[in-house]
């Protein structure tokens, strides 16, 4: 079989075959023969039709064409092995079929064009001594007072309150119910349209504004038990429920209890409470070494992310498209994962209509990452950056003792996945070490350059979630915090 090649864009070898005048005769009458034996014709036996007449019956370009279904398949599958070319995905006919029914003469050579996607050759311009910035974060110490006070709340005892009115940081049960505000120059004797859903009984609020919408709180401060007071609010714009946003609102309030907070003392007894320390010292070191290492590891993956986005800078690569078709699926597959050990239906979220919209949406970031690990991988080729077995033996005896014992796990793939993460963290080590990055106050980086691989990771979600929330009934929101 002769066989010629062509460089094509997007990594695709293209391949012109010819195939040979015996092969293409010996198909021809094997489709015959095979024909022969199955086709149903009044007044003949199967296997006895005549071949005058099968070719009558059937006619010469049904026959060619199922010929050449096999002379392509066949002649494609037997070129890319014949070249020993790497092909990925399923290779594309570029020959028009008509035209080879038309040009197919069984016992002379036929010419097929066909095209075959490889992994793409990485030119990596520059990979050492780059130049970057990625923004330091720093350990704040208020984290730990605020961590504590946090816990401190939890344990907080409520105290029936007497002999005084709601105040800011009290905890009020209420009865409520809501209605639309009436309009300027609106019936005053007409009654108010009730909210749907912004009705409650012995509901619990704690007085702080962040809690329920603008409003609301700072009414019921003041009041004093058994009492009720008609409270004008405002629902925000925008608003969760858009039936709602920027609406006014009247609520009807009676207050029916009143608590306030009894705190803790933070100390020895107070952290044995929360914790497994016996000192308040052990535990403030503690969660003093959780956030300095919080801080340090954010630090570390900004390098890595600030890196990574500096070296797609310097790379050269021509994708084919059975990659990037594999990624997106790869990544789709990972969303519907997600969504379903979130207890999500699936099969109602992934529709005909939305998984092309998703396909589409997906596609820059599947671009993104394929270029991310080839130029990885590129660089550990040329370094020689290699795992040892006993590097991987670790690891994955670390990941195993984290899974429960009636969970049967597949070691040979997990091995693999480990040996892929530790490969890359060490390529991504080394380049650090080569590279020179500038540590930049947290924030400092354009809000766009931080949120970017953020924002799009997060496309299918969102598009999954507004299809989630469009299908459910509407509900009515009254609580902010």
């Not at 019956?57 to 010929?67: F, N, Q, V, Y």
């Not at 035209?99 to 064009?113: A, C, F, Q, V």
């Not at 990972?334 to 589409?360: C, H, N, W, Y």
């Not at 970017?452 to 496309?459: C, I, K, L, N």
Request: proline share 5%; charged share 35%; aromatic share 4%.
């Amino acid at each position: 079989m002769k066989v010629t090649q062509e460089k094509l864009p997007a990594s695709q070898i293209g391949l012109e075959i010819e195939i040979t005048p015996e092969i293409t005769k010996q198909t021809y009458e094997q489709v015959i023969k095979n024909l022969a034996s199955t086709a149903n014709i009044p007044g003949f036996r199967k296997g006895k039709v005549p071949r005058p007449i099968l070719l009558q019956r059937l006619g010469t370009t049904r026959i060619k064409a199922a010929a050449l279904e096999e002379l392509i398949q066949d002649g494609i599958e037997q070129a890319v092995k014949q070249e020993a070319i790497p092909a990925i995905g399923q290779p594309q006919l570029r020959s028009s079929f008509e035209d080879l029914i038309n040009n197919y003469e069984p016992g002379k050579p036929l010419t097929i064009s066909a095209a075959v996607d490889v992994e793409p050759e990485v030119n990596l311009v520059q990979y050492t001594d780059l130049l970057f910035q990625a923004e330091e974060v720093k350990y704040d110490p208020e984290r730990v007072d605020s961590s504590l006070e946090k816990e401190r709340q939890e344990l907080a005892t409520l105290i029936p309150v007497e002999g005084r009115s709601a105040q800011i940081g009290d905890i009020a049960v209420v009865d409520f119910k809501g209605s639309f505000a009436k309009a300027e120059g609106e019936d005053e004797t007409a009654e108010l349209e009730p909210i749907p859903g912004a009705e409650a009984t012995d509901f619990q609020v704690e007085l702080q504004e962040d809690k329920f919408i603008p409003g609301f709180i700072s009414g019921i401060v003041g009041m004093n038990p058994e009492e009720t007071r008609e409270i004008a609010a405002q629902f925000p714009d925008p608003y969760a429920n858009e039936d709602l946003a920027g609406k006014a609102a009247t609520f009807t309030v009676t207050l029916k209890e009143l608590k306030e907070k009894e705190l803790p003392e933070i100390n020895d007894d107070f952290a044995q409470e929360i914790s497994d320390f016996e000192t308040l010292e052990e535990l403030r070191a503690s969660l003093v070494e959780r956030y300095q290492k919080e801080a340090d590891d954010k630090t570390k993956t900004n390098k890595q992310e600030a890196l990574l986005t500096e070296l797609l800078k310097h790379v050269e690569v021509d994708l084919p498209l059975t990659l990037v078709e594999q990624e997106v699926d790869a990544m789709l597959t990972q969303t519907a994962m997600r969504l379903s050990q979130q207890g999500l239906d699936v099969r109602k979220l992934f529709t005909q209509d939305i998984i092309p919209q998703l396909r589409e949406r997906s596609r820059t970031e599947a671009i993104e990452r394929i270029k991310r690990s080839l130029s990885l991988r590129e660089v550990g080729k040329r370094e020689s950056i290699e795992v040892t077995p006993e590097e991987i033996a670790v690891r994955v005896k670390e990941l195993l003792e984290q899974y429960p014992e009636e969970k049967e796990v597949d070691e040979d793939r997990l091995r693999s996945i480990v040996e892929n993460e530790l490969l890359t963290e060490k390529t991504i080590d080394w380049l650090l070490e080569h590279s020179s990055v500038e540590l930049v106050p947290e924030g400092s980086l354009s809000p766009a350059e931080e949120t970017e691989a953020a924002e799009s990771d997060a496309d299918a979600d969102a598009e999954i979630s507004q299809t989630e929330e469009e299908s459910s009934e509407p509900s009515t929101e009254v609580t902010e915090g």
